[in-house]
């Protein structure tokens, strides 16, 4: 069983309008095709296809006040409901009690715990790993459950030997933006094709999207059109590769943002979840999935812990 865990910071399912919400606006064939002609917006979910379940998701956890980026990807993590442990959305990285909470128990640990192999495919630039080493950065709360399993980050040398990927998924931005000019390049569909390759030697492969809530931040809505486009790219050379009795693929997020560009704050919209994968395997991981806290549950019931 391979579980490729896509995160997409900051996407919710907002208003079916192309001038507010760019999932309304881009051209997605790859998604629109794998739900039947339906839209990442609101009102689509619940949704049963070929391929894919659609359901949504509550981020707000019972918690007044927007979801915020650490409390939420905390939840979505371990399992619990971390806004109120600690009785607040907190955000964007991790205060103390949210990191203890992310610390104590993961789903990276309970897979390590139970025998399988997990990792974070995407790879951090040298100054990245300079500005944690200096304190001058904090971990988010996703690398923080990496690392608190004794797993590596992955590096500029992990992109060359093709174990790791760029935010983009294609290198184009460790090129253009940050002078690597070795790294490997590949076309949205190529790199799609790449991710389900490289899932296959994990139990659990897990992908950071985070352009997604910067351009909501920005309230960039032509960026956000072309960024959409561009996954849908990638997903394209996904969906092809993948396999659907082999594992499921899951797209979600921990807040909505980007799906409401009138403003620059979250939203408490619902977010997505979509699911990929055989029907049987589809069916039993969301089966009552209702908000962020039960997603790492649901992947856990497919890893027994090995004798």
Not at 7 to 31: L, V
Request: hydrophobic share 40%; glycine share 10%.
């Amino acid at each position: 069983m391979h579980f490729l865990f896509l995160f997409m910071d900051g996407i919710g399912f907002g208003a079916n309008d192309p001038e507010t919400n760019p999932f309304a606006a881009a051209r997605t064939p790859n998604i629109d095709t794998l739900l039947g002609g339906a839209r990442l917006v609101a009102g689509s979910a619940p949704l049963q296809t070929e391929r894919a379940t659609l359901l949504a998701l509550d981020p707000n956890l019972g918690m007044p006040g927007l979801p915020q980026s650490a409390t939420g990807q905390a939840a979505l993590v371990t399992g619990k409901n971390v806004p109120q442990l600690v009785g607040e959305h907190y955000g964007p990285k991790p205060n103390k009690p949210v990191a203890a909470i992310v610390k104590e128990d993961n789903v990276f640990m309970q897979l390590a715990q139970r025998g399988y192999r997990s990792t974070l495919l995407n790879a951090y630039p040298p100054p990245y790993f300079q500005g944690i080493e200096s304190g001058k950065r904090l971990l988010s709360a996703i690398p923080l459950a990496v690392t608190s399993a004794g797993i590596a980050l992955k590096t500029h040398e992990d992109m060359l030997h093709g174990d790791g990927f760029s935010a983009d998924f294609t290198g184009e931005g460790w090129r253009t933006h940050l002078g690597f000019t070795d790294s490997p390049l590949h076309t949205p569909h190529e790199a799609g094709r790449r991710l389900a390759e490289v899932t296959r030697t994990y139990d659990l492969a897990f992908f950071e999207f985070w352009p997604s809530d910067y351009a909501g931040h920005h309230q960039d809505h032509e960026g956000a059109v072309k960024l959409l486009e561009h996954f849908d790219g990638v997903m394209g050379g996904l969906l092809e590769a993948w396999v659907d009795d082999e594992g499921l693929i899951l797209i979600t997020s921990d807040h909505g943002n980007m799906e409401d560009l009138s403003r620059r704050t979250h939203t408490d919209n619902p977010v997505p979840a979509l699911v990929i994968g055989a029907p049987p395997l589809r069916q039993k991981f969301c089966a009552g999935l209702q908000d962020l806290s039960q997603v790492t549950p649901a992947i856990l019931q497919f890893y027994p812990p090995k004798d």
